[in-house]
């Protein structure tokens, strides 16, 4: 039965009898109503002359009523009459000579004593003669005469009618039998000649599926559906030959730029297992075995297999680690399947080793710095101020050269604080007070220590506080320091009577300080670097303020161990927006709930 020439053939059957058994019903029935019609239409006959000759023999008694029946012209061998009255009792009949009468009881009598003339094409009553059931047609009329209400009842035996009903069934059923037979060979036929040339197609087509392509085409032998099929087989073939060795070559180019890459990648299956790697990937990280697995490179790169396993489809876990005498950044980078779900892991590995020993100079420069420029700072300061105690001669010249020297110490003692502060956080040596804080407070009290600043420039910041709470968890003092940096730096820059627009937002994981100037803004090629050490976007306008380079880089460092960020908005001439996120479920290392 998995063969469709056997479904065929049955649907075809099935389909013919179906037919003939709605045929024949059909026919059966319409031949009972129109047998059924006919007997009643004999029946209203009978009664019709029984009344006509009741009409014309000027009957006034009963007995006259079975004279009357008794009369050969009423009396007809198939015909059973009687006459009823009003109350139902039997005054006269074909079938008994002398009274008492037989009376009778069904549902024609009842109809026609209501008034209404009624037939019934199938009534049951036993012979008591011979004892066997006989099935009659009956029909019932109620007529008046001479005043009196009375029913002519009439029978006809049905045996004749049920007889020819049975012949007719008997001839349905043998011709849908030949039918059926004839149709079982003739649909057998019809099946297989149109599964046979689809058994070709389909012994073609798992050729095809088990990448034979160059076998012979499959013959085209008509030009109905089965051919269009047969041509759209071979039109497939071709075209899938043609794109397997488009792909072949485009996967053999690729295969060369994979090799030849000097990043080294490694594509993980979704168990973890190797799939590909580059030569460049096996000279980072040594010979590559087929027992090497994500968790081993995870172990490598010290990182853990379930963050990078749980990464999403747009997401980079990034990190970085040593390995014979070489620095390496490992990103993984999950990739998805047609269902978009995640289908494995890509590792992408750079050497960074010269990037990473540039940093590490710069730390060390920034330190050795800060340590050597601490004696003469010293020196300056302890000369500035014996002159500034009296020991010039002349008032004018002294002052202003002891200013000069005061004000350079005090750029050197920042630049020596800001270069500390960096090494500090490189070496991660500061230790936060974590507590929560209403950043609308925190705010204010960053705008009422720049509001002096602000005021000699004749600025005004205007201060919209967040409606509702705004807790966030941080260390006050180093959150003050960011916030004057950049409030601070809106003051700098922006021109004077110039207004500066502090407000906070809220999203759905931070909130939003928002600090906008007024100022001569940032050129966008530069946007991405002001958050660099030591980079001025204008460095000789930068010294004249006192600007060292370094602020945005530790307010940078500082936004971060708090799990937010800063970014910059500008265009050149019309302002600056510094935003900076705190995180609403920052928790923080350890929290102090107390200082």
């Known amino acids: 039965m998995k063969s469709i020439k056997w479904k065929l053939a049955l649907l075809y059957l099935a389909l013919i009898s179906i ?71 039997t005054i006269a009949t074909t079938v008994e000579t002398t009274p008492p009468f037989t009376n009778h009881r069904n549902s024609v009598i009842v109809s026609a004593l209501a008034g209404r003339p009624a037939f019934s094409a199938n009534d049951v009553n036993q012979d008591m003669t011979s004892m066997r059931v006989r099935r009659w047609m009956s ?3 109620p007529f008046t005469h001479n005043g009196e209400s009375f029913v002519i009842f009439v029978q006809m035996e049905a045996d004749s009618v049920n007889q020819s009903m049975e012949n007719a069934v008997t001839i349905i059923v043998m011709a849908s039998f030949w ?81 030849n890459m000097s990043d080294g990648i490694i594509a993980f299956d979704g168990r973890g297992e190797v799939m590909q790697f580059n030569f460049a990937a096996e000279d980072m990280l040594g010979e590559i075995d087929k027992d090497f697995n994500l968790a081993g490179l995870a172990k490598i790169v010290s990182v853990s297999v379930e963050d990078i396993t749980k990464l999403n489809s747009d997401a980079v876990s990034e990190a970085t680690f040593s ?16 269902q978009n779900e995640v289908g494995g892991i890509i590792a992408v590995l750079q050497d960074v080793t010269k990037h990473k020993k540039l940093d590490e100079m710069r730390k060390e420069f920034i330190a ?33 050269f002891l200013k000069i020297i005061n004000d350079d110490a005090d750029r050197m003692t920042f630049l020596v604080k800001d270069l500390l502060q960096l090494s500090k956080f490189d070496n991660n040596q500061f230790d936060y007070k974590y507590r929560k804080w209403d950043l609308n407070y925190i705010v204010k009290e960053s705008i009422f220590k720049n509001k002096i600043l602000a005021d000699n420039k004749k600025q005004s910041i205007y201060f919209t506080p967040f409606e509702g709470e705004a ?66 976007v204008d460095k000789a306008r930068s010294r004249a303020m006192g600007g060292t380079g370094l602020g945005l880089p530790i307010a940078q460092e500082i936004m971060e161990r708090h799990g937010g960020r800063i970014v910059a908005q500008s265009d050149i001439g019309e302002g600056t927006t510094m935003t900076a996120f705190f995180p609403k479920e920052f928790e923080g290392e350890s929290v102090d709930e107390t200082s």
């Open 323 to 338: 390995r014979d005498e070489r620095y390496i950044s490992a990103n993984f980078s999950p990739y998805t399947n047609k």
């Open 368 to 400: 050795n710095v800060s340590h050597e420029i601490r004696t003469p700072l010293t020196t300056i300061k302890s000369y500035s101020e014996t002159l500034l105690s009296g020991a010039a001669e002349d008032a004018q010249i002294r002052d202003k």
């Open 471 to 536: 807790e966030v968890v941080v260390d006050i003092d180093r959150i003050g320091q960011v916030l004057s940096n950049i409030i601070s730096n809106a003051v700098k820059y922006s021109f004077e009577e110039k207004a500066i627009f502090v407000h906070i937002e809220e999203s759905e994981k931070f909130f939003k300080l928002l600090v906008r100037d007024e100022g001569i803004g940032i050129p966008k090629e530069d946007l991405k670097r002001v958050f660099e050490r030591f980079f001025r």
């Open 179 to 259: 039918a059926l037979a004839i149709t079982s060979v003739v649909g057998y036929v019809f099946a297989n000649n149109i599964t046979t040339p689809i058994k070709g197609l389909t012994g073609k087509a798992k050729e095809f599926a088990a990448g034979n392509l160059d076998q012979e085409l499959v013959d085209v032998k008509s030009e109905d559906e089965i051919g269009q099929l047969t041509n759209s087989l071979n039109h497939m073939a071709r075209e899938l030959n043609a794109t397997i060795l488009a792909i072949s070559e485009e996967r053999n180019k690729q295969e060369i730029i994979f090799q």
């Open 19 to 89: 037919v003939m058994i709605s045929s024949g019903t059909f026919i059966v029935f319409e031949l009972q109503r129109v047998e059924n019609e006919n007997s009643r239409t004999m029946l209203e006959s009978y009664v019709e002359r029984i009344r006509e000759q009741i009409a014309r023999g000027g009957i006034y008694s009963r007995e006259d009523f079975q004279a009357l029946l008794q009369h050969p012209v009423a009396a007809f061998s198939q015909y059973r009459g009687n006459i009823l009255d009003s109350a139902g009792n």
């Open 139 to 141: 029909y019932a009329e």
